[in-house]
């Protein structure tokens, strides 16, 4: 098992921002990091990893990573969260699966992220016809 540390990610500006989320709440199901920055706990963005191991009744390991950004804007002085965004990668990996092919599918997540047309139907609202 990993230990949690702070995650640093980069964010989506032309010049690229680095963006520290440290840990919030740490079990092994679940493990929330929160970037803190803006001083306003309604107004943290978060990451969520989930873990939750195969059982006798469901062969599959399940993994989870989520995103999770609100935006605030401020009404009568008083900060409001206006709406939030989310986004939520999960992985299902039989317990027969080899590591090879667990590494084969997290590769394709990873890199089909990058791809143009998944790039633009995920970021871009651009649908596939």
Known sequence: MSQAEAI???????TPVATTFSPEKVTP????FADRLSGISLAFRRLR???SPSTPNRPTNRSMYEVIVPVTN????VTVVAFTMRAKLEFVLPDGSTDQQRK????FMLNGMSNALVR??????DPLY
Do not use: H, P, Q, T
Request: proline share 0%; hydrophobic share 50%.
């Open 104 to 107: 084969d599918l997290y590769a």
């Open 120 to 125: 633009g139907n995920l970021r871009d609202l």
């Open 29 to 32: 199901e679940i493990s929330v």
């Open 74 to 77: 401020v009404v009568d002085g």
């Open 8 to 14: 640093i990610l980069d964010d989506g500006a032309a």
């Open 49 to 51: 990893c989930a873990f």
